[in-house]
């Protein structure tokens, strides 16, 4: 899940280290100084966001390759419009990242090229920004959230309103040629809207992106959109990891993984176990956090009730009524791999899971 978290979260600041970087640059080109500021100083801010730009990107991609949700493959992000996720739409970062790369890789091999060839290379920046632009708004989960959606249209906009004043100083141009260009600048923050209202934030568009059927069924956060809501029950197999580490007088218990079936997701348990005299451990209280594959929702809540080889626990969405969910597992924990059923709507019916009356 954090991992998740990340990958999305740096996406976006990527999105605004680039957008301010581009406006920058734009600016500076247009005659345009902050001040007193000396040049150098300018050009120091424009060289250290693009370094920043570069380690988001990483941390950017690392996450969502290390994210078990989404099947994108190392090769994907790398070489455009392979992934099975989503192909034209992460393919266009792809292709924003090889752009980026090719400016890093001229831009350290600087004093050993042409000037002019340094200059061609480093206008594919431009192309970079608008390409990684479609990627965020073609495939980001939270496009259809008013604030997401409004920062990217935002960085457009802003793009848009720089690329005005610039050719609104160009006078080595026509007049007409300026006009011409200033137009298709106040036009594209508008055609990005009507584009985005035709595509991404229509309901349906995840699956029209390219997204697995088994990501849209069973596993991926980034079905989520347009899906329907979890459903109301649902009994579903449970696979993942549980680790442990120490904690005052006791130990926390960490047990995270994929739902397989049902509604999907990934399901997060917290336990706080204390130590009893004799060295067993006796769990104080737990956490746990689902998030279906289907739906928007994420549902938390408390642990009611714990016997061997089961959790009984309340789940509630944001603002919504909880519901009695179980998870079993079978095996020991911690291990690296651990394996049982969730019971969403309901607990089992079985000895470890059948006494439901604990869960209110
Ligand atoms: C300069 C290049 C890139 C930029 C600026 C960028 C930016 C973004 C942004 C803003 C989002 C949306 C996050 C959200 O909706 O919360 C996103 C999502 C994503 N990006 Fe990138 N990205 C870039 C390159 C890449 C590359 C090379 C990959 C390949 C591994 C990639 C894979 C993804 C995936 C899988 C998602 C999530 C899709 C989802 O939410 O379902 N991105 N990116």
Same mark, same amino acid.
């Given at each position: 899940? =954090? ?19 581009? #406006? ?17 100083? @300018? $050009? ?10 570069? @380690? ?30 989503? +192909? ?5 970062? =792809? ?32 192309? !970079?920004?608008?390409?990684? /632009?479609?990627? !965020? ?54 055609? /990005? ?18 997204? +697995? ?25 449970? /696979? ?5 580490? +120490? *904690?005052? $007088? ?24 204390? $130590? ?11 956490? /746990? ?7 928007? $929702?994420?549902?938390?809540?408390? #642990? ?55 869960? *209110?």
């Amino acid at each position: 899940m =954090t991992l998740w978290y990340l990958a999305r979260g740096s996406g976006l600041v990527l999105l605004a280290v680039l957008t301010a970087n581009l #406006v920058l640059g734009i600016a500076i080109q247009g005659g345009w100084h902050p001040g007193a500021w000396p040049r150098f100083a @300018v $050009q120091a801010v424009h060289r250290n966001l693009a370094l920043l730009a570069v @380690v988001l990107l990483v941390i950017h991609v690392v996450t969502i390759e290390l994210d078990p949700f989404v099947p994108v493959g190392w090769w994907a992000a790398l070489v455009p419009f392979v992934s099975p996720y989503r +192909p034209f739409w992460l393919g266009l970062g =792809t292709l924003s990242l090889d752009l980026i790369a090719a400016v890093v890789v001229t831009s350290l091999l600087r004093s050993h090229l042409r000037l002019r060839w340094w200059r061609v290379v480093h206008w594919l920046t431009y192309l !970079s920004w608008p390409v990684a /632009v479609l990627h !965020s708004l073609g495939t980001g989960t939270d496009t259809r959230l008013t604030w997401v959606f409004g920062f990217e249209v935002g960085c457009v906009g802003l793009v848009a309103a720089t690329v005005i004043f610039r050719v609104g100083r160009a006078d080595r141009y026509r007049a007409g040629v300026r006009v011409l260009l200033m137009v298709a600048a106040a036009a594209t923050p508008m055609a /990005v809207l009507a584009w985005s209202a035709a595509g991404p934030l229509q309901s349906g568009w995840a699956r029209r992106a390219g997204t +697995p059927t088994t990501a849209l069924a069973s596993g991926a956060p980034a079905g989520a959109r347009g899906q329907p809501p979890a459903p109301a029950r649902f009994t579903a197999s449970f /696979v993942g990891s549980a680790t442990s580490s +120490p *904690s005052g $007088q006791g130990e926390t218990i960490s047990i995270s993984g994929r739902v397989q079936g049902g509604a999907g997701g990934q399901l997060m348990v917290s336990l706080v176990a204390n $130590q009893l005299p004799g060295g067993s451990l006796a769990v104080d209280r737990g956490t /746990v956090t689902y998030r279906p594959a289907t739906g928007s $929702q994420i549902y938390t809540g408390a #642990v009611v009730s714990v016997a061997p080889g089961s959790l009984i626990f309340r789940l509630a969405p944001r603002g919504g009524a909880s519901e009695p969910a179980e998870l079993t597992i079978s095996g020991p924990v911690p291990a690296s791999s651990v394996s049982g059923l969730l019971y969403f709507g309901s607990v089992a019916a079985g000895p470890a899971g059948g006494d439901g009356g604990q869960d *209110s």
